[in-house]
């Protein structure tokens, strides 16, 4: 065997092995990816107060490209939002600050939330895998 020949097979069991390698990493990465997607899945069922039945009522009416008259009735939650804002300052010169609270309906959270990522949120290009 040449040494240029050997040389080339060891340059490809060292690639092969590097190959291995990103593979593995490709599928922990796109496990991972599954897992977070589950996550924020079940913390959004968990969120809008759905009973397995009525999520179930949901997803079905999606699948046949309908939505359910009553999904939006099924989520009737309030939520107490929190801003905190500048109230003044002591004596001291140190800032006061307090919360101000309002309840919300999660219908109205929602439409917060959808405005302030569709104008306020940087839009990133991310490739799909």
Same mark, same amino acid.
Do not use: D, G, P, Q
């Given at each position: 065997?040449?040494?240029k020949r050997k040389r080339l097979e060891d340059e490809l069991k060292? &690639? @092969?092995?590097?190959?291995? #390698? +990103?593979?593995a990493r490709i599928t922990e990465t796109q496990d991972q990816i599954q897992e977070e997607t589950n @996550?924020? @899945?079940? #913390?959004? +069922?968990h969120a809008a107060h759905l009973t397995p039945e009525q999520l179930a009522d949901v997803l079905a009416a999606f699948r046949k490209g309908s939505i359910p008259v009553n999904a939006m009735d099924m989520i009737t939650e309030e939520e107490t939002l929190t801003k905190p804002y500048l109230a003044g300052q002591g004596e001291d010169g140190k800032n006061i600050w307090k919360d101000e609270k309002t309840t919300v309906s999660?219908?109205? &959270?929602?439409?917060? +939330? #959808?405005?302030?990522k569709k104008d306020l949120v940087p839009k990133y290009d991310i490739p799909e895998l």
């Open positions: 065997m040449t040494k060292k &690639l @092969i092995a590097k190959k291995a #390698e +990103v593979e @996550i924020e @899945i079940h #913390e959004m +069922v999660n219908r109205e &959270l929602k439409s917060m +939330v #959808e405005f302030y």
